[in-house]
């Protein structure tokens, strides 16, 4: 319903940015990465989400794409609502929590607030079998992405795989990676692919 706001930033308060627009001020839910981005009284533009439940309407708003399609790629989970998803998101960015996903790093998923071990460990196994049976149903591999021998490093591959863990294709993510210096930290690499994949949709 709502692609994004852009306006005034009128408050800020713990999970909760206020973005005047047209005389009206939004009160958008949101993470501490994104409220660390923010300055008050700037122009901003944020990305929504609109979710609807029994008791609430909320907006939801976020400073990039990235964390936009996590967000809504957590609430997929079962057992996953918005306040969890926010507290992974105030903790981890984007690519810290694929690469997470990526490696079966619990620990680190577990430092968000109210996360448990469970939560955790169900994160890591539904999305990374998410991923494997789309990869299956379109009868895609990793041996199937036309990649330069660049692409062999474990660091590109770990790469590779958190941006599938975000949601794009096997094939959008060996492209990214083949425009990007292999050397480059993982984290790096998946921040990068990220834009990329991003621009290409677009």
Request: aromatic content about 6%.
């Amino acid at each position: 319903m709502f692609y994004s706001v852009r306006g005034k930033l009128v408050h800020m308060e713990e999970g909760m940015a206020a973005v005047e627009c047209a005389g009206v001020a939004f009160a958008l839910k949101t993470t501490n990465n994104t409220l660390s981005k923010l300055a008050p009284q700037s122009e901003v533009m944020l990305y929504t989400h609109f979710l609807v439940r029994e008791d609430a309407m909320d907006l939801y708003g976020f400073y990039d794409l990235g964390e936009l399609n996590c967000f809504k790629m957590l609430l997929t989970v079962s057992g996953v609502g918005p306040k969890a998803a926010l507290a992974i998101l105030s903790h981890l960015s984007p690519e810290k929590f694929a690469l997470c996903v990526a490696m079966g790093d619990v620990k680190s998923i577990t430092q968000a607030q109210g996360v448990g071990p469970k939560l955790a460990q169900r994160l890591i196994l539904e999305l990374k079998d998410k991923v494997q049976k789309e990869q299956i149903s379109k009868g895609v591999g990793m041996d199937d992405i036309p990649t330069p021998a660049a692409l062999a490093g474990a660091s590109v591959q770990e790469a590779i795989s958190a941006l599938v863990v975000l949601g794009y294709t096997q094939a959008e993510a060996g492209a990214a990676m083949a425009k990007l210096d292999s050397s480059l930290p993982v984290e790096e690499l998946i921040r990068r692919g990220l834009k990329a994949v991003a621009s290409g949709r677009s």
